[in-house]
């Protein structure tokens, strides 16, 4: 199950373990979900604070899972940052 979550851009080992265990096992199982509500729990599972560039690769990760064409810079888990997303204009967990 991990391997296939590794397969979207910027999840590696760790953040796969991540995502397998808030119970998203591939990829197409992070389309319309929210990566706030998603950092949230994970932040509540693990019972620790999480650093937030992990929500920022939860954001790129539904947008990656969510579009059969997604753009490429859209896939680097960076331009996903609470700065970035203010500057195009996108809302809460998505591009404009």
């Not at 998203?24 to 693990?46: I, S, T």
């Not at 954001?59 to 203010?86: G, T």
Request: aromatic letters at 10%; one cysteine or more.
């Amino acid at each position: 199950m991990t391997r296939a979550m590794q397969r979207v851009p910027g999840v590696g080992p760790s953040l796969a373990v991540d995502l397998v265990d808030l119970g998203y096992e591939m990829p197409a199982d992070l389309v319309g979900e929210d990566p706030e509500e998603m950092f949230a729990r994970l932040c509540d599972l693990r019972a620790k604070p999480i650093d937030r560039c992990v929500l920022y690769v939860f954001r790129e990760a539904v947008y990656y899972a969510s579009h059969s064409s997604p753009e490429p810079e859209l896939l680097k888990w960076w331009n996903w940052s609470d700065a970035k997303m203010a500057a195009r204009g996108a809302g809460r967990s998505g591009p404009v």
